[in-house]
C-alpha cells in the first residue's frame, strides 16, 4: 500500500471524518443550505479528518521513517491529497446525507473542491505554524476576512467570496464549472506551496 492510500484510509477510517460528517449534517439539517451558520462552519469542520496528519508524525518522528521507505515526493503529495479528498469528501458526504434526506439538489461538486481548498489551506498552516489550532482556526480567519472583505470592500471581487463558492449569486463563466475550474487552480496552487515547505522542512530534518 502506498503513502497515498495509507494516508488517504488513516484520514477517512477515523473519528475525526465522522465528527465532520456528523457536524455538518447537524447543522444542514437544523439551519438549512442556505443559512450562514452552515457557510461558516465549512472551513472549519473540514480541517478535522487530516489537516493535521503531516504534524502529527513530524513531531512523533515517524515521517522520517517513512521517508526511509518511499519517496519524498509521494510522501507528501500523499499527505495532501488524503487531506484535501478526506476534508472534501466529508463534506459532500454530509451534503449528500442532507439531499437524500430533505429532497435538495446540493451542488456536491462545488461542495467538495470549496472544503477540500479550506482543508488545503489548513494543511499549508500546519506546516508553516508547527500548531494544529492554528491549522484549524486559520482556515476559518481566511474565510471571515474574504467574506467581509468582500461585502464591505471589494463588492466586485466576487469571485473570491467563499459563500459565493456554494450558492452562485452572480453571473460565473460557464457558471458552476467556472467555480468548480477557480477552486481546482487555487488547490493546486496551495499543493504546489504545500510541496515547497515540507520538501524544505523535511530536506532540514
Known amino acids: 500500500m502506498n503513502s497515498f492510500e495509507t494516508?488517504?484510509?488513516?484520514?477517512?477510517?477515523?473519528?475525526?471524518?465522522?465528527?465532520?460528517?456528523?457536524?455538518?449534517?447537524?447543522?444542514?439539517?437544523?439551519?438549512?443550505?442556505?443559512?450562514?451558520?452552515?457557510?461558516?462552519?465549512?472551513?472549519?469542520?473540514?480541517?478535522?479528518?487530516?489537516?493535521?496528519?503531516?504534524?502529527d508524525e513530524y513531531k512523533s518522528g515517524y515521517a522520517r521513517l517513512a521517508l526511509v521507505r518511499g519517496s519524498m515526493?509521494?510522501?507528501?503529495?500523499?499527505?495532501?491529497?488524503?487531506?484535501?479528498?478526506?476534508?472534501?469528501?466529508?463534506?459532500?458526504?454530509?451534503?449528500?446525507?442532507y439531499g437524500a434526506l430533505r429532497a435538495v439538489d446540493m451542488p456536491y461538486a462545488r461542495t467538495f473542491l470549496t472544503a477540500a481548498l479550506w482543508a488545503a489551506a489548513?494543511?499549508?498552516?500546519?506546516a508553516?505554524?508547527?500548531?494544529?489550532?492554528?491549522?484549524?482556526?486559520?482556515?476559518?480567519?481566511?474565510?471571515?476576512?474574504?467574506?467581509?472583505?468582500?461585502?464591505?470592500?471589494?463588492?466586485?471581487?466576487?469571485?473570491?467570496?467563499?459563500?459565493?463558492?456554494?450558492e452562485l449569486s452572480h453571473a460565473w463563466p460557464f457558471e458552476g464549472a467556472g467555480v468548480q475550474a477557480l477552486l481546482s487552480g487555487l488547490i493546486l496552487d496551495l499543493g504546489l506551496l504545500y510541496y515547497i515547505i515540507l520538501k524544505g522542512r523535511l530536506e532540514r530534518g
Open 122 to 126: 489548513a494543511a499549508v498552516l500546519a
Open 7 to 55: 494516508d488517504l484510509r488513516r484520514a477517512v477510517l477515523s473519528v475525526r471524518f465522522l465528527a465532520a460528517v456528523v457536524l455538518q449534517l447537524g447543522i444542514l439539517l437544523y439551519e438549512g443550505e442556505a443559512s450562514q451558520l452552515y457557510k461558516i462552519s465549512v472551513p472549519l469542520a473540514c480541517t478535522l479528518p487530516y489537516a493535521g496528519g503531516w504534524l
Open 73 to 97: 515526493r509521494g510522501y507528501i503529495l500523499g499527505k495532501f491529497l488524503a487531506c484535501t479528498m478526506a476534508g472534501g469528501g466529508a463534506e459532500a458526504l454530509a451534503a449528500w446525507a
Open 128 to 166: 508553516l505554524s508547527d500548531s494544529k489550532y492554528i491549522a484549524y482556526g486559520g482556515a476559518f480567519v481566511i474565510c471571515y476576512f474574504l467574506v467581509i472583505a468582500c461585502e464591505r470592500y471589494w463588492p466586485w471581487l466576487y469571485c473570491l467570496h467563499p459563500h459565493e463558492w456554494l
